[in-house]
Each structure stands twice: as C-alpha cells, then as structure tokens.
C-alpha cells in the first residue's frame, strides 16, 4: 500500500493520506485467502463430522462412550486440569520477574521459555525417557522406590507441562511491557505491599491477557500427540490421551470411532476459536486506544 503526503500550512507536519489499491487486487487477496482456508481448514473441519456421523448417532455414541475411549477422556481432562494450573502461575511469575526487574540471566530465561517452540515434541519426550527411562539417569533409584514416571499420569503431566509453558508467559509479556510499571509503583507510594500490588493493580489490568493465555495452553495440552507418544507407552485404558486414541483406532481401520473422538477434540478447537475470538476482542476494546497512541 502506497502513501502520499498532503499539503499542510507552513509550521505544521505534513500529513500522510493513504492510497488504495485497485480493486482487483483487494478481491484478488481476498479470493486467496477465502481459497486457503476453505482447502485447509473448512474442507478437513466437515470431513471430521462427516465421517464422524456416516453410520449414524448410535454408532457415533457407542465409539464416544467405549470404555477405553471414555478412559482416554478423563485422562485428557486431568492433564489438562495439571498443566494449565502449572502453567499459569509460572507465566505470572515469569512474566512479573522479566517485566518488573532487571537482574542477571533474564535474556536466558527469555530464550529458555521459547526453547519447546524450537525443540520437537518427540525430542522432549525422549529427554524424559533418558532421565526416567529404565537405564535412564534417575531410572534405579525410581525403580527401587517402585515411583512410575514413564508409562503412567506423571510422565504424561510433566512432557505436557513442557510443551505447554511458554503460551501464558508469551502472552503476558508483551502486554505487562506494554503497560509499563507507573501503576504499580504508584501503588507502592501509597502503602500497597507487593500482593496487595498484584491483585489490585496487576491482575485486573492483565486479566484478559492471562484468560487468553490459559486458553492457548489448555487447547495444546488437551491435543498434544507427539511428547505424549513417547512417554505414554500407548497402553489402551490407562495412558492413553484422545489423541492417542484416535492414532490407535485409526490405526485398526475403525474409521467411524476414530473420526468420532476426533470429532471431539475440533469441538474443542472450534470453541476455542470463539473464545479466542471474544478475548481478542476484549482485548481490543481494552487496550485498543492505548495501542494506537
């Protein structure tokens, strides 16, 4: 997009008027981007459904409420309910120390938070086999106290608390840097002690912020694959999570049961998306005048 400056009285900065595009190119951008998301997001969202529902809502019921795929539910809900909490008090408190603070290592941490979105998820569940594995590191000592890790609700948690931990921290950053400090120092001044500080101050101006964070966690959690893979062991009942299940089903050519719990998590995805949606409009109206000044 193209700009030119327009004629101003002497002493006063010119002003900018944008230009528009010709209109074939708007239409054209617009046909491209309706194209992209109708082949990659639409299309696959109502195959999901579609074969989801080809035999009917008996069998659609009878595949979500399979003993083992009621199992891989619950075991879904309760990483999720582990992670996120998790999660969420260290972005607070990550995202407080790195905004509030200067001290040594806070470009490290900084760099440390972003290290699961540069490492594959199959990678940092082998970690957590080299550290808890049967010949891994802790693996002896773990085994002489009969403690689980891999193969059980524990590996699980803590390989999606990994994946998991940057999206609260990644969201508030930005927006505590933003808003700067001047409140809470000002409430410091007038007698506020440090948790008094962050509940009244803080908190009511982040909130919005860390309810989208929450979100973005919750959803990667709850659809994790590849982490979860590795340290789960895949034993049907007991460790596997939803989209495990839907992997194993698939895998034994029941299409109709697979697509159903697949079906489940785009309803998660697709609630996410408007709830997302909604916190970014708050956000917006919030924050929207700050932004542009």
Same mark, same amino acid.
């Given at each position: 997009?193209?700009?030119?400056?327009?004629?101003?009285?002497? @002493?006063?900065?010119?002003?900018?008027?944008?230009?528009? +595009?010709?209109?074939?190119?708007?239409?054209?951008?617009?046909? !491209?981007?309706? /194209?992209?998301?109708?082949?990659?997001?639409?299309?696959?969202?109502?195959?999901?459904?579609?074969?989801?529902?080809?035999? @009917?809502?008996?069998?659609?019921?009878?595949?979500?409420?399979?003993?083992?795929?009621?199992?891989?539910?619950?075991?879904?809900?309760?990483?999720?309910?582990?992670?996120?909490?998790?999660?969420?008090?260290?972005?607070?408190?990550?995202?407080?120390?790195?905004?509030?603070?200067?001290?040594?290592?806070?470009?490290?941490?900084? /760099?440390?938070?972003? %290290?699961?979105?540069?490492?594959?998820?199959?990678?940092?569940? %082998?970690?957590?086999?080299?550290?808890?594995?049967?010949?891994?590191?802790?693996?002896?000592?773990?085994?002489?106290?009969?403690?689980?890790?891999?193969?059980?609700?524990?590996?699980?948690?803590?390989?999606?608390?990994?994946?998991?931990?940057?999206? !609260?921290?990644?969201?508030?950053?930005?927006?505590?840097?933003?808003?700067?400090?001047? +409140?809470?120092?000002?409430?410091?001044?007038?007698?506020?002690?440090?948790?008094? /500080?962050?509940?009244?101050?803080?908190?009511?101006?982040?909130?919005?912020?860390?309810?989208?964070?929450?979100?973005?966690?919750?959803?990667?959690?709850?659809?994790?694959?590849?982490? !979860?893979?590795?340290?789960?062991?895949?034993?049907?009942?007991?460790?596997?999570?939803?989209? %495990?299940?839907?992997?194993?089903?698939?895998?034994?050519?029941?299409?109709?049961?697979?697509?159903?719990?697949?079906?489940?998590?785009?309803?998660?995805?697709?609630?996410?998306?408007?709830?997302? /949606?909604?916190?970014?409009?708050?956000?917006?109206?919030?924050?929207?005048?700050?932004?542009? +000044?």
């Amino acid at each position: 997009m193209s700009a030119t400056a327009t004629p101003s009285r002497r @002493g006063e900065l010119p002003q900018r008027q944008d230009v528009l +595009e010709p209109r074939w190119v708007r239409y054209s951008l617009i046909a !491209v981007a309706l /194209t992209f998301l109708t082949l990659f997001l639409f299309v696959p969202l109502v195959a999901v459904f579609t074969e989801a529902l080809k035999k @009917g809502w008996d069998v659609y019921a009878s595949a979500i409420l399979e003993e083992d795929a009621i199992s891989a539910i619950k075991l879904t809900l309760l990483t999720a309910a582990i992670a996120v909490p998790f999660n969420l008090v260290f972005g607070v408190a990550a995202s407080w120390a790195i905004t509030k603070f200067e001290f040594r290592g806070k470009s490290l941490l900084l /760099t440390l938070i972003d %290290l699961p979105f540069s490492v594959s998820p199959v990678i940092s569940g %082998l970690i957590y086999v080299l550290l808890f594995g049967a010949q891994g590191w802790f693996g002896e000592w773990l085994a002489a106290h009969d403690i689980r890790i891999l193969f059980a609700v524990p590996g699980i948690v803590i390989a999606t608390v990994f994946i998991t931990f940057p999206f !609260v921290a990644r969201e508030l950053i930005p927006l505590m840097q933003a808003q700067g400090s001047e +409140e809470e120092e000002a409430a410091v001044v007038l007698g506020a002690n440090g948790w008094q /500080t962050f509940f009244r101050v803080t908190l009511p101006n982040i909130k919005w912020g860390l309810l989208y964070g929450v979100i973005l966690c919750n959803a990667r959690a709850m659809g994790e694959f590849g982490a !979860v893979s590795v340290v789960s062991g895949h034993i049907r009942g007991e460790t596997n999570t939803m989209p %495990l299940q839907v992997e194993i089903l698939y895998n034994e050519y029941n299409f109709a049961a697979a697509f159903a719990v697949a079906s489940l998590l785009a309803l998660l995805a697709l609630v996410t998306l408007a709830v997302k /949606t909604f916190i970014e409009w708050r956000l917006h109206e919030n924050y929207g005048d700050d932004a542009k +000044e």
